[in-house]
């Protein structure tokens, strides 16, 4: 199939509760991508800019089927070490990190990458479905079969991710292809949406007039429902390339924090994409684009292709000891529940973890799917993360006792 493009928008909004955008995304001819940032004091809206920036300019490709895989994990890869730099030169930044989930424009067909808990959906003929998949240490337990859907919506871990761009290799992201068809409705919605409403409240709200209409009703109703997190959102339809019109804008915009002065002052070496003006606001919406893909190829995939491979080597080669003891989990010793450094696995015969802390929580003592759950481990993002998870079991283990 030829002659397809896409018509997008997006919006973002603080929310009623959040005092700041941790949210970016971007909605461009060939790009969609939102990020939802973590880490508040350490940057989360720092985590997000940067990935949002470093997918932005992938918009400037015109990607095959064989080359957008390749192109997208090495993006991945490349914002992920960004954040690792950025770390690195400032202390305080330690804990950041982001989702990313992105789309890229094949004409015919979608490319995917997917990391953390915000989602992708597609609405194809009414039909709205998931075309990701959370990266929670709940979903874990729901694909496990120890808890339901229903109690995943209201666990006390329901927000702590098993997946995140943070700067800490390698990444583990979901990648896949899809056909595109005309007349389909792609949405891209950070956590602070899906969150709050129900999959029958998206497909209705999903359902109203144009990309423009149906960000905006998409927010507006999760800040009626409250709207505790940040609120972000892409949606982008497939139409006929004869559709664009002379006031389609090619260039793409940058919503949520990425979009703020303030944060692109406090990261002078990352190139952001030349949307518009950027200002200090934090609900702004794209207008619609609709954009023919051209068949123009760039100079800059076979550096994506030949990075992506060099650092699969580097990561397979020289990395993995280093990332191992890097780790930490949640695990058991002697029938408590014991944080370790490391990981439980060994690799030829080295053991790869150590003790941290021996908690004083028996295991014996934890609900039943909390005690395969430490049986299996629990990972943590740091040892402040790992004691958070602990804490949580002990208040489980208390509300059963």
Sequence with gaps: MTGLALRC?????????????????????????????MGGHAAGEVASAVVVACFASLDALAL????????????????????GRLIADDEELAGMGTTVTAIAWLGDRIALVHVGDSRAYLMREGELSQLTHDHTYVQTLVDAGRITPEEAVVHPRRNLLMRSVDGTPP??????????RLGDRYLLCSDGLCGVLTESQIAESLSR????????????????????DNVTCVVADVVPASDATAEADSAGVVVGAAAESRVRRQLPSIAFPADVEPSDGN????????????TRRSWRLPVLIAGA?????????????????AQVFVGQSNGYVTIY??????????????????????????PGYDQVSISETIAAKSIGDAQTIVAHLRSESNATG
Excluded at 65 to 72: D, H, I, K, S, T
Excluded at 284 to 293: D, G, I, Q, S
């Design 341 to 366: 450094r490391g990981i439980p696995q060994g690799i030829l015969g080295v053991q790869l973890s150590s003790v941290v802390e021996q908690t004083d929580l028996a295991i014996s003592a934890l």
């Design 64 to 83: 095959s089927p064989g080359e957008a895989l390749a192109a997208l994990s090495a993006t991945a890869e490349e914002a992920n070490e960004t954040l």
């Design 283 to 294: 609900d702004r919406t794209t207008p619609a684009l609709v954009v023919e893909p051209p």
């Design 309 to 325: 491979i060099a650092i699969g080597a580097i990561l397979a080669f020289s990395s993995v000891l280093f990332w191992a003891r």
């Design 9 to 37: 928008a997006a919006k973002s909004d603080v929310g009623l509760v959040r005092s700041g955008n941790e949210d970016s995304a971007y909605a461009g001819p060939r790009l969609l991508v939102v990020a939802d940032g």
């Design 171 to 180: 990444i583990e992201a979901d990648l896949s292809i899809r056909e595109a």
């Design 209 to 228: 007039g144009e990309p423009t209409g149906a960000v905006t009703a998409l927010v507006e109703r999760a800040l009626a429902a409250g709207a505790p």
